[in-house]
């Protein structure tokens, strides 16, 4: 049997204002896309012919069909996907934003958010799986879906199942009356790779931050930043062997800067930089980064490989409208850099 990447975490769908220029904008003035970062990573990975299992929790309805069938239709494995609880969760995001930005999440009460610890049978959704990827996002819904990621990481790690966590920090939620450092260090201490960028880092494991870093405006400065994070997460969780970092700098003149660092074998390794103008849609493109650090430690790959392909596929989401990519491999090869 080939082994599977697995990922679990929260779908949601999302309602946007149709992008600028739409010919039909007056008959179809909003647009919806399906989304989640880890079902976004898991098409990316789909859609790069890793195979793939998503795991989640939808409510018994036609549209949860219509869902599950596109999945499929994208090739990602459905068995692992729970029917259970009310409603699927839905966020509304505004034309160009990001994350940070306009966005409005009616997602109180979803299938996920409702999952308890012993609803899920790992053993079974951890059949086949090598690699399990979730995010900062799942643990930030609610104590009960962060103890079923413990459940989930402790699963994995028994088995010897590579987990890699997304510090994805989403400010408006963590609602529940726990900070995130508070609940995060449980789960990365079973994490053997981690993702995300200085800033959350600090936030979400308690590592430190140069509040002046802005001010000194030198990329190295930056990278340093990067290999001193890198070094405590992985001093503060020893399991933890590969760190990733983003940087990306959107100006007001409509000008944004990219690029990423990759922490392994303990050295700092960095991408070339990628520099664009406007941008299309900002969702996802960090997911398309998780993609495709998987994509090529799943295939063995050099890590100054790893890095520039996962770099230019998230630069490359950049100009894609909705949350998942839609960018084949050769189409990410050909993303070029400044460098
Ligand atoms: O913010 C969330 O919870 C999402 O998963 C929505 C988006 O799909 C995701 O953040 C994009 O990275």
């Not at 050295?267 to 998987?294: N, Q, Y």
Request: hydrophobic share 40%; glycine share 8%; with cysteine.
């Amino acid at each position: 049997m080939i082994s599977k990447v697995l990922c679990f975490g929260e779908l949601l769908l999302r309602v946007s204002p149709a992008p600028q220029n739409e010919k039909d904008a007056e008959k179809h003035p909003f647009y919806l896309y399906m989304g989640g970062a880890e079902a976004n990573v898991a098409t990316a990975l789909a859609g790069w012919g890793v195979p793939v299992k998503y795991c989640t929790a939808l409510p018994a309805n036609f549209m949860s069909s219509h869902i599950i069938d596109y999945l499929e239709y994208k090739g990602i494995f459905t068995s692992s996907i729970l029917m259970s609880g009310d409603r699927i969760g839905v966020y509304y995001l505004e034309r160009g934003a990001d994350l940070k930005g306009s966005v409005v999440y009616d997602r109180a009460g979803s299938s996920f958010s409702a999952l308890k610890p012993g609803m899920i049978d790992w053993d079974k959704v951890f059949r086949d799986v090598s690699w399990f990827n979730f995010t900062a996002i799942s643990p930030a819904l609610g104590w009960d879906v962060a103890q079923v990621c413990l459940e989930a990481v402790k699963a994995a790690s028994a088995k010897g199942i590579k987990i890699s966590c997304d510090l994805n920090y989403r400010s408006r939620l963590w609602k529940y009356g726990k900070e995130p450092a508070e609940v995060m260090p449980a789960l990365v201490e079973y994490c053997d790779f981690v993702m995300g960028n200085i800033w959350s880092a600090n936030t979400l494991l308690g590592t430190s931050i140069d509040a002046d870093i802005h001010g000194k405006k030198q990329k190295q400065a930056y990278l340093d930043h990067a290999e001193l994070t890198s070094k405590e997460i992985m001093a503060k969780f020893p399991k933890v062997k590969t760190v990733a970092n983003t940087f990306r700098f959107d100006s007001e003149a409509d000008h944004t800067l990219y690029y990423t660092t990759l922490y392994h074998d303990q050295k700092l390794l960095h991408s070339p930089e990628f520099t664009c103008g406007a941008v299309v849609d900002r969702s996802g493109s960090g997911d398309c980064f998780m993609a495709g650090l998987i994509y090529g430690f799943y295939h063995h790959n050099e890590p100054q490989d790893i890095l520039n392909y996962a770099t230019a596929a998230a630069f490359g989401k950049l100009q894609e409208q909705g949350d998942a990519t839609e960018q084949d491999v050769l189409m990410v090869k050909r993303v070029t850099s400044n460098d």
